[in-house]
């Protein structure tokens, strides 16, 4: 069956340090996107992707980057992790040209900076 | 910008007690309203899509509607198994980053 993995699940590193949170998903999907869950602010979106070699900003992207070098990954790389960005990181993708809302998720990172 | 407002934000039932779950929404040009369901230390779960006012659907003891300002999420003669966190969220037409813009849910507790 088709899928959506994210790794790892979790993750504690240190202020100032790069971490870099993978996602890899099996639906063949062109749209691929990144979001943090933090209470009090429910899923937020960080960046997203259309396609191979394609990369756009979201709500909340400042401190993180994406590449997107084949259909199936889009990791999410924190350059200079900060405390503010210990919350739980979420993947998912949707189908180009079908239900853009459809989004399939993965089953999260838990990031704590300390 | 789009905004979601999900009531209440926790709902306590027993079991066999229905009730309704509301998202208001403002959005421009509306591309789809979406429920999620979201179980604890689990990535958010597709339930419904609607993209119309007047749009129904339905899944086992869940009926989504959509008028033009909010959706309603009924829960028929719930379950234990229907605690969860229940996600609304909104993609417009506007500008601006694409993606979904999510409410901060509906924490719901089904007691035996």
């Known amino acids: 069956d088709a899928e959506i993995t994210q790794s790892p699940r979790h993750k504690i590193t240190e202020t100032g340090r790069q971490v870099t949170l993978a996602c890899h998903q099996t639906?063949?999907?062109?749209?691929m996107f990144w979001y943090r869950q933090d209470l009090g602010h429910g899923l937020r979106l960080i960046h997203y992707?259309?396609?191979?070699?394609?990369?756009n900003k979201g709500e909340v992207s400042d401190g993180y980057s994406v590449s997107r070098s084949n259909t199936e990954d889009l990791p999410l790389t924190l350059e200079s992790a900060a405390s503010s960005q210990t919350s739980v990181y979420f993947c998912?993708?949707?189908?180009?040209?079908?239900?853009?809302?459809?989004?399939?998720f993965g089953p999260g990172t838990r990031l704590t900076v300390t | 910008e789009d905004q979601v407002t999900q009531s209440p934000e926790a709902l306590r039932l027993q079991e066999g007690e229905s009730s309704s779950l509301n998202c208001s929404y403002t959005?421009?040009?509306?591309?789809?309203l979406f429920w999620y369901r979201q179980d604890p230390g689990k990535g958010p779960e597709f339930l419904f899509t609607?993209?119309?006012a007047g749009e129904e659907k339905e899944k086992e003891r869940l009926k989504a509607t959509l008028t033009k300002k909010e959706s309603f999420l009924h829960i028929t003669a719930p379950k234990p198994e229907d605690s969860a966190t229940y996600l609304c969220a909104v993609r417009g037409s506007g500008g601006g980053a694409d993606g979904l813009t999510f409410g901060k849910g509906t924490h719901l507790i089904i007691q035996p």
């Open positions: 959005v421009s040009g509306l591309r789809g």
């Open positions: 639906w063949n999907h062109n749209n």
């Open positions: 609607l993209y119309s």
């Open positions: 998912a993708s949707s189908e180009y040209g079908g239900l853009w809302g459809e989004q399939y």
């Open positions: 992707s259309y396609g191979v070699q394609d990369t």
